[in-house]
């Protein structure tokens, strides 16, 4: 046997994996050596957390410094045969970065562990927390002690904890030096240390975890403190839930009493200290310190007022000394490592590390020791992983219940106790939740309010009412029930809660709702204003995941139903009720109604967009469009007599003019086109969007009466003041209409080009057949669009692009799309020069790039690596990104400035007459949403203009039936089918047809309508 590498194997025995089956993978390993005649060789050893949550039940092994994840009982015996007896790693259960999707086989190697700086978690998955000898041996414990006792003075002793640093832990950040010198210097005896265990933040465990890993370092801790401040007695005290802890705390009570660490004389020594175990009943509030020692006495865990403060009068009466789990923890490190050694880590004024219960949508949550002064941006995405839902990441709550939310624009902030209190939130005890877009703010404070609420002891009226009025406040905005004084009214009580409160949970306890006002006050008017949820979470606020998702709030379960009825005329009358373009985003929409569709938890998402294109293709092929629409035109609201100019006919202006003209206005849309269509008509090619099926759908819009002023630029032909005089109302939607240039040498060469003009020209027929070699710079559907679109006319053609392609902004089936068709990709470069002889340009020099830190929306920052190489090129098409022209606004008294002066509720600029809004407002963003915002510019015109709401008139309740599909077999998605790439190839024809009758009611049928369960909820 001697052929076999000797090896010993650490098992995580934390809650976590206990939990997930560690204990049974523990037993099957003991088993599994014991039958492969092993067990000299082997060695196994249970211990705490390894801190890799997400990843567990975790296995480690050593020499070999193999990380195992996830893994089950089945899977041991292919790690004792395979591993231990083959010396193969089985990669299937190795850790596969999330970035690169590389099997990492060196545990020092995974980034979650990588960017840490474990200090005091370092022992922790390295020794058995039951087995003090490991903590001795392995660890160095006691040592810390034995060196306070032989040398130290209990004055000594505090002075280093001051100059280390040092401060509590648990929430407040109390200098701990300081703290143990109020007791020290106390006159009154008997004195008493306690360690504060009773962690109840939801999402937490960083106390737990430290008991349940390293509970002789807590005890170690203690013994210092208690040495240092006179005390004679000690308690811990730990909520009765965490058993595993408790029952490793009581063994390592048990072990140190039996070697002198604890009782009489320790060490030799006169001194002489005990502790004792307090096992809390589970209230939060009995985190807070008073409260906490009036448990411990066995009174009720309610706060008392301070002065006088523990340190004067605490337990019985005595001086009392209360620290963090973490904090006493840390103490022999510290003493072990030199106070200077500690004192040189984190930020002038928050010394060492900090140990973070990382949780929520994030890919690697676990528990995460980090340097003070660490970004969030570096804690989310280098050690978190990023977003684990692939959606994007909205904010972070930092120190639980009491904690605030800090939204993504701020994840540069360093974490540290100024920092977190400077933008409105604390560190707390160290709990953070990551939230990505699904995260309603106004729900999730709601979550927290109800939480504290409940938590709250009632002793004072102002926490206790007042925490109870917030919360029923915060229902009502959920449920779409009060006004916008209600956000006035929740600041005002806040702040009032908090300067009132007596204890530290009614003192932080508004925390989460004030941040979220600051940071998230639209998602809170939106929810008031426009009864609109964007997480979809408040189910008053909407008929279905997939309507709520929708930018036009299309009422999909509804028109499907009606398809599946065989009432075609009125489901496309239900489409035309919110999307005024169905058969044009039926072909261009990128879905985003899928996001929270429920049927991919069966199989697939619906293909809700290629069911409205059906059907509405269907419905213009049989010409009954003309009689539904002659039924809008008869139903048209009263006229008004107000007169509206929409500048700019892309698909913001078409929408707003499309309800404003029903709504009884008279409407002028200007363009500087010799046709309406904006975007829609000249930058999405043929083969995407047929010109005809636009304008056919304009068409209907111009029916209703809407009448369109063409070839007039704004600032030209007619001034901006002008509009302004002759009009009551003006909407200005006129799109991105300058491209950003390419900013490097030579780029004024001819042939670099912009690729938004092309696209222009090739939809005009200006662009003849060629085979140039082309390179495409940039990275989004414009870049897609004119590489295909130049592919077609015989190019050679090549996209750069200076990211990854996880990275890219396209669309997804875009880049598929270009893929398919043999257009090249290179990733990782970016335009470095221009290749020209005599204004001949003959290529383009390229830099190679590589992934630098995140930027705060978690992709990696390009960084050139001084390496360049040219390609030779006859042209090259630049699509890095475009600008909102202001020039035509310039010599008016209006104000547009994006969201900074543009009211974001209501789309009014400084003049009250003239709104804004599409991609003028919001840069470059989609079809679907530019129409969006014209529907919403469209409501808050009218309203205006008469000063009523009556946008509802508009709509008409459709009968159908409420079918729950009973039964759901595994059906994947119906898609159109393509056309075959070299059939397409060499010409512009539509690339996707329209679904068949017996495609479409196929797809149809897979509809869960999870519109009834939110009906049935909201009765």
């Known amino acids: 046997m001697s052929e076999f590498t000797k090896r010993e194997v650490f098992i995580c025995r934390g809650t976590g994996c206990n939990s997930s089956g560690a204990k049974e993978n523990f037993e099957a390993l003991e088993e599994s050596i014991k039958d492969n005649n092993l067990s000299d060789f082997i060695k196994i050893k249970q211990t705490g957390c390894h801190g890799f949550c997400q990843m567990g039940p975790l296995v480690v092994i050593q020499p070999d410094n193999v990380l195992y994840v996830h893994v089950q009982e089945e899977d041991i015996d292919s790690i004792v045969k395979e591993h231990f007896i083959k010396n193969n790693i089985i990669e299937r259960l190795l850790y596969e970065d999330p970035t690169t999707g590389e099997k990492i086989k060196d545990m020092d190697k995974v ?27 392995i660890a160095g414990g006691y040592k810390s002690l034995q060196k306070v006792i032989a040398e130290l003075k209990p004055s000594e002793i505090i002075k280093e904890v001051k100059k280390s640093g040092l401060r509590g832990r648990g929430g407040a950040g109390f200098p701990t030096g300081q703290k143990w010198s109020f007791v020290a210097d106390a006159k009154d005896e008997p004195k008493y240390v306690i360690c504060n265990g009773d962690e109840g933040d939801p999402g937490a465990f960083m106390d737990r975890t430290i008991f349940e890993s390293n509970p002789h370092s807590v005890l170690e801790g203690m013994i210092i403190g208690a040495m240092a401040m006179g005390a004679k007695a000690g308690y811990i005290y730990c909520r009765a839930e965490y058993p595993l802890a408790i029952q490793r705390i009581k063994i390592a009570l048990h072990q140190a009493r039996e070697r002198k660490y604890l009782g009489k004389n320790i060490l030799g020594s006169n001194f002489s200290f005990d502790i004792t175990l307090k096992q809390g009943a589970g209230a939060f509030v009995c985190g807070e310190e008073t409260a906490l020692i009036a448990s411990i006495m066995g009174k009720r865990g309610i706060p008392t007022q301070r002065p006088p403060f523990p340190a004067q009068s605490g337990l019985w009466g005595k001086p009392t000394n209360i620290n963090n789990v973490k904090s006493w923890a840390l103490i022999p490190r510290i003493f072990e490592k030199g106070a200077d050694w500690f004192a040189s880590i984190g930020t002038e004024f928050s010394k060492g590390t900090i140990v973070i219960a990382l949780t929520g949508k994030i890919k690697n949550a676990g528990l995460v020791e980090i340097p003070m002064g660490t970004t969030i941006k570096k804690l989310i995405y280098d050690i978190g992983g990023g977003s684990a839902t692939g959606k994007k990441i909205k904010a972070i709550q930092t120190g639980g219940p009491s904690g605030g939310c800090i939204p993504q624009d701020l994840f540069d902030l360093p974490i540290d106790y100024e920092s977190l209190k400077q933008v ?18 106004v729900d999730f404070s709601r979550y927290f309010t109800d939480f504290l609420q409940n938590e709250s002891c009632g002793k ?10 917030m919360f029923e406040i915060l229902t009502d905005i959920t449920e779409g029930k009060t006004n916008v004084e209600s956000i006035d009214l929740l600041e005002e009580l806040g702040h ?19 941040s979220t006002i600051r940071y998230f006050r639209n998602e809170y008017l939106e929810h008031i204003l426009e009864h609109y949820c964007r997480a979809g979470l408040c189910t008053k606020l909407l008929k279905s995941p997939c309507e709520n998702s929708c930018p036009v709030h299309l009422n999909i379960p509804g028109f499907i139903q009606l398809f599946k009825e065989n009432r075609l005329e009125e489901a496309y009358e239900l489409i035309m009720l919110d999307n005024p373009l169905p058969a044009t985003t039926g072909r261009i929409c990128f879905a985003p109604c899928n996001n929270r569709c429920k049927r991919e938890y069966i199989d697939e998402t619906i293909n809700t967009r290629s069911l409205h294109r059906y059907i509405s293709d269907t419905i213009y092929k049989m010409k009954k469009d003309e009689e539904i629409i002659k039924r809008f035109i008869s139903k048209k609201l009263p006229i008004t007599g107000k007169k509206i100019a929409i500048i700019g006919a892309g ?14 206005h008279s409407i002028d849309v200007y363009d500087k086109k010799s046709k309406p269509g904006g975007k829609l008509l000249y930058s999405i090619p043929e083969y995407r969007l047929p010109t005809n099926v636009l304008e056919h759908e304009i068409d209907i819009i111009r029916k209703l009466g809407v009448n369109f002023i063409l ?42 080009l912009l690729a938004i003009e092309e696209l222009e020209k090739i939809k005009n027929s200006e662009f003849s057949q060629n085979n140039d070699q082309v390179v495409i710079i940039g990275g989004g559907n414009t870049a897609m669009d004119v590489a295909r679109s130049l592919k077609r006319m015989g190019g050679d053609v090549t996209i750069a692009y200076r990211r990854t392609l996880r990275d890219m902004p396209a669309n997804e089936e875009e880049i598929k799309d270009a893929m398919k068709e043999n257009i090249e990709f290179m990733f990782m470069v970016s335009p470095h020069a221009i290749v020209s002889n005599d204004d001949n340009l003959k290529g383009i020099e390229l830099m190679k790039m590589k992934g630098g830190e995140h930027d705060p929306s978690g992709r990696r920052k390009p960084i050139p690596i001084g390496e360049t190489f040219i390609i030779p090129c006859d042209k090259i098409y630049t699509a890095i990104g475009q600008r909102i022209n202001f020039n035509f606004v310039e010599c008016t ?10 009211n974001p509720t209501t789309l009014q600029s400084s003049n009250p007459k003239v709104f804004a809004g599409g991609d003028f407002i919001t840069g470059p963003t989609t079809v679907v949403n530019s129409m969006s915002e014209g529907k919403k510019a469209a409501r808050n015109i009218n309203i205006f203009l008469i000063g009523d709401d009556n946008f509802s008139e508009l709509y008409k309740d459709f009968d159908y039936k409420g079918e729950i599909p009973l039964e759901s077999e595994i059906t994947p998605k119906i898609m159109e089918i393509e056309i075959p790439v070299k059939e397409r190839i060499s010409n512009f024809k539509e690339v996707r047809r329209t679904l068949s009758k017996e495609q479409a009611i196929n797809e149809a049928i897979r509809c869960l309508r999870c519109d ?6 909201n009765k």
């Not at 600032?715 to 109302?729: F, P, R, T, V």
């Open 651 to 664: 698909p913001s202006g078409l929408t707003a003019a499309y309800y404003l003209v029903r709504l009884g």
């Open 711 to 752: 070839k007039t630029e704004i600032g030209k032909e007619i001034q901006l003041n002008k509009l302004i005089e002759d009009y009551d109302a003006i909407y200005i939607t006129t799109g991105t209409q300058k491209t950003i240039p390419l900013n490097v040498p030579d780029c004024d060469v001819p042939g670099v």
């Open 424 to 441: 409105g939130s604390i560190m707390g005890s160290g709990g953070m939740i990551v939230l990505d877009e699904d995260t309603c703010m």
């Open 1012 to 1017: 009834l369960e939110i009906i049935e909820k």
């Open 111 to 137: 980034a979650f562990y990588f960017h840490q700086q474990r200090f005091l978690l370092e022992y922790c998955g390295k020794i058995d927390p039951e087995n003090i000898d490991d903590y001795i041996n």
């Open 460 to 469: 004072c009226s102002i926490c206790r009412e007042g925490t109870q009025r």
């Open 893 to 902: 008294d209006v104000n547009i400035k994006g969201n900074v002066e543009i």
């Open 496 to 514: 009032v809660i908090k300067e009132t409160s007596l204890c530290g949970l009614g003192q932080t306890a508004p925390n989460s709702v004030l």
